[in-house]
């Protein structure tokens, strides 16, 4: 892993080597960077300039520059100084599609990119607006995804650097990279809450990706990998700031191919209205050899959420084998829904606080050897009276399986457990795990149901309710090493076995 995380740095680092290529001011060409005119023209003609010329930089100067959509073209970079704003236009008339409408695209070309210390507004609530169904109460609205913006859209290219560069209030998703090759995204800075399925970054079946140093506060998923028709492969995701209405960081929901190869290290995720870490497999691709590590979580509903489901009905379910974790604090809070309001003004989703972290598969179908290490999660805690519609222990088999359903950590309800749900699994390693309560709650700490090849070694539960701290339901071959549950005693108190549970080994 280290050796291919060596070689992934070593070539995405050569995408840094300047090529000897002239800059190409788009004043020089006609814009005129007062905010009114439409500058789009201008634009596109210092590109076609800079392309005609083998390559250079189409650069913006201090100034407020209007425009639609533009094509970046091979080995042309734009660049922003301090002080300029690109602003999208509020016309749809103004914008071409790809795959989406967009403000910046490109297919199929390579050595591109977009840098400087300037600004790139989508101006994305009045297109959203435009476009959105009316709102319903308790309904989600048509989105009209197809008929809104992006900011970046860039499909097929190789060697593309975005640097430095802030992106705020996209329409849709601010920026989409799809089946892109060799790809550096680097300390840029994302603000966007103008419209539902805000995402900040998109990654689409890439490969050779480094995601460093970023900073990203959106509507929807922060930063989301995705499997439409290639696997998203070889990628280090490092030293990034992440806040999110929905997930921080999700691989999903799309996952026709899947994940491999992939290395995350060095966040912090905070203020999030679902989970921390999302990782999904709904479409019947694979997932392998992801390693997560060094996260800190604060203000955030829920750790951790690795689902197996099946959403294409008609094919087969996919795969989730070869998943680590490790060296993540999280807090999750018991606070008031009028603390989470970073929405556009005309929605609301209905937040769920304290839901909790799971792991989950399918009859037949376990999600295999994952391993976390060195992890301590705070919950607030629900309470220590049931309400009737929190499952119960009694009611294990009733917890839905939900296979065909859009994948979200709050799919399953309130959970017989506070810390840990885990079902359908096969070989989970958990390693210097603590699971508090800082309030009461009355359920179990950890449930693990239908789970073959079980290890936990130093599991410490550190707080307890009215039921048993941790209950091994119709589990087969589990070794108990250095855990316990200090406020309860012994094991035989704090372990309780149930259903078809066999072969558990306590020392």
Not at 68 to 86: F, Q
Not at 174 to 197: G, H
Request: proline share 4%.
């Amino acid at each position: 892993m280290w050796l291919r995380i060596k070689l992934l740095v070593a070539l995405v680092a050569a995408l840094h080597q300047p090529l000897a290529a002239g800059d190409f001011n788009v004043r020089n060409h006609g814009a005129a960077g007062d905010g009114k005119t439409l500058d789009t023209a201008a634009i596109q003609s210092a590109i076609d300039a800079a392309a005609v010329a083998k390559g250079g930089r189409v650069v913006f100067t201090p100034g407020r520059y209007l425009t639609g959509t533009i094509r970046l073209k091979s080995h042309v970079k734009l660049h922003l100084e301090k002080g300029a704003i690109l602003l999208g236009s509020t016309d749809h008339s103004h914008y071409q599609r790809l795959n989406f409408l967009a403000l910046i695209m490109a297919d199929r070309q390579v050595d591109i990119g977009i840098s400087g210390q300037g600004i790139i507004d989508g101006q994305g609530k009045a297109l959203a607006d435009a476009v959105i169904a009316p709102i319903k109460p308790g309904r989600f609205p048509d989105a009209g995804e197809t008929k809104r913006p992006v900011i970046i859209n860039f499909r097929n290219c190789r060697d593309v650097i975005v640097r430095d560069i802030t992106l705020r209030e996209s329409a849709c998703w601010v920026q989409l990279y799809r089946d892109c090759d060799r790809v550096l995204i680097e300390n840029i800075k994302v603000r966007t809450l103008a419209a539902i399925t805000n995402d900040g970054l998109d990654l689409d079946g890439c490969s050779n990706v480094v995601v460093r140093g970023c900073d990203i506060d959106s509507e929807d998923d922060a930063l989301c990998l995705k499997s439409s028709r290639r696997f998203c492969e070889n990628i280090l995701i490092e030293n990034c700031r992440l806040r999110s209405s929905c997930n921080a960081l999700k691989f999903g929901t799309a996952s026709a191919k899947g994940f491999r190869n992939i290395t995350v290290r060095n966040i912090e995720i905070y203020d999030t209205y679902l989970s921390g870490i999302a990782l999904q497999i709904v479409d019947g691709g694979l997932m392998e050899n992801i390693h997560i590590s060094n996260v800190r979580m604060r203000t955030t509903n829920n750790p951790l959420f690795i689902r197996l489901g099946h959403r294409n009905v008609d094919g087969p379910v996919g795969s989730i084998n070869g998943v680590t974790i490790s060296d993540v604090t999280a807090e999750i809070p018991n606070r008031r829904k009028s603390e989470m309001n970073k929405f556009p003004s005309y929605w609301r989703h209905l937040c769920t606080t304290l839901i909790t972290g799971s792991i989950t598969g399918l009859p037949g179908h376990p999600v295999r050897n994952v391993k976390l290490r060195n992890i301590s999660i705070t919950y607030g805690g629900i309470g220590e009276t049931p309400k009737p519609d929190h499952i119960r222990l009694k009611d294990l088999t009733k917890v839905p399986e939900c296979a065909p359903n859009y994948p979200e950590s709050k799919m399953f309800g309130v959970l017989p457990a506070w810390g840990l749900y885990c079902r359908h699994a096969e070989n989970l390693i958990f390693d210097n795990v603590t699971l508090k309560v800082s309030g009461k709650d009355y359920r179990s700490a950890a449930v693990f149901d239908d789970v073959a090849n079980l290890k936990l070694d130093r599991f410490q539960i550190l707080s307890a309710g009215k039921e048993p701290p941790l209950v091994l339901h119709n589990v087969r071959d589990a070794a108990i090493i250095r855990s316990g549950s200090p406020s309860v005693g012994p094991a035989t108190t704090w372990i309780e076995k149930r259903g078809n549970t066999q072969r558990v080994s306590v020392r």
